[in-house]
Antibody, heavy 114, light 107 residues
Framework: EVQLVQSGGDLVQPGGSLRLSCAASGFAFSSSWMHWVRQPPGKGLVWVSRINSDGGSITYADSVKGRFIISRDNAKNTLYLQLNSLRAEDTAVYYC???????WGQGTTVSVSS | DIQMTQSPSSVSASVGDRVTITCRASQGITTSLAWYQQKPGKAPKLLIYAASSLESGVPSRFSGSGSGTDFTLTISSLQPEDFATYYCQQANSFPLTFGGGTKVEIK
C-alpha cells in the first residue's frame, strides 16, 4: 500500500523548535520529489517547501525561509521538516506530499502558543 | 508569485445538480493546474491534474478544463459524497500556490 505516515506534531512555545517526520512506503521514495504543505485552522492550503530526490535541490516559501529546514533520508524512506523560531502564525496541520501530489500523509498538528 | 483566485467561495447545491467551480491564475500557467477535494479532518485528495486529466479512481462525473489563466472544475451530477471543499493549485512555478477554496454545501 502506498502511504505516508507522519509524526512529530506538538504544542510548542513561540521561538521553539520541532521536527516533523514522514515515513514513506509502497512507492519509490528515493526517486521522488517531496513537498510539505500546511493548513492553518479553518483556512486553505499553503505550500511550504519541496526537496528533490537526492536532496540537492530545495525550495522554500518566503514565509518560512531561514527558519524551516527540509531534509530526507532515502535509506530510511523518511522526509523531515525542522521547524525553528516558531511563531503563532505557523500553527497549522502540516502534510507531507509526494512529488505528483497524489499521495498525502494524514497530517500532523503544530500549535505554537505560550 | 502566481495568485490563484477561485470562485465562488461557496455554493449550495442539491444531489443531481451540475456544479461548476472556476479558478483564475494571475499569469499564464499553460495547463499546469490541479484540483483537490478535501473533507473535514482529512487530507486533500487529488482529482484532476494537468488541467483535464482524471486521477485514477476518481469518478468520471468530475472533469476539468482550461488553459492559460482560466480553468474550470465541473461535477456533472452531484452525489452525497461530493459535499466537500475544493481547491485548485498551480504547478507551473515555485512557490506552488492554491486557490482559496470552494465549499460545496447541501441545499
Amino acid at each position: 500500500e502506498v502511504q505516508l505516515v507522519q509524526s512529530g506534531g506538538d504544542l510548542v512555545q513561540p521561538g521553539g523548535s520541532l521536527r516533523l517526520s514522514c515515513a514513506a512506503s509502497g512507492f519509490a521514495f528515493s526517486s521522488s520529489w517531496m513537498h510539505w504543505v500546511r493548513q492553518p485552522p479553518g483556512k486553505g492550503l499553503v505550500w511550504v517547501s519541496r526537496i528533490n530526490s537526492d536532496g540537492g535541490s530545495i525550495t522554500y516559501a518566503d514565509s518560512v525561509k531561514g527558519r524551516f529546514i527540509i531534509s530526507r533520508d532515502n535509506a530510511k524512506n523518511t522526509l523531515y521538516l525542522q521547524l525553528n523560531s516558531l511563531r503563532a502564525e505557523d500553527t497549522a496541520v502540516y502534510y507531507c506530499v509526494n512529488g505528483g501530489m497524489d499521495v498525502w500523509g494524514q497530517g500532523t498538528t503544530v500549535s505554537v502558543s505560550s | 508569485d502566481i495568485q490563484m483566485t477561485q470562485s465562488p467561495s461557496s455554493v449550495s447545491a442539491s444531489v443531481g445538480d451540475r456544479v461548476t467551480i472556476t479558478c483564475r491564475a494571475s499569469q499564464g500557467i499553460t495547463t499546469s493546474l490541479a484540483w483537490y477535494q478535501q473533507k473535514p479532518g482529512k487530507a486533500p485528495k487529488l482529482l484532476i491534474y494537468a488541467a483535464s486529466s482524471l486521477e485514477s479512481g476518481v469518478p468520471s462525473r468530475f472533469s476539468g478544463s482550461g488553459s492559460g489563466t482560466d480553468f474550470t472544475l465541473t461535477i456533472s451530477s452531484l452525489q452525497p459524497e461530493d459535499f466537500a471543499t475544493y481547491y485548485c493549485q498551480q504547478a507551473n512555478s515555485f512557490p506552488l500556490t492554491f486557490g482559496g477554496g470552494t465549499k460545496v454545501e447541501i441545499k
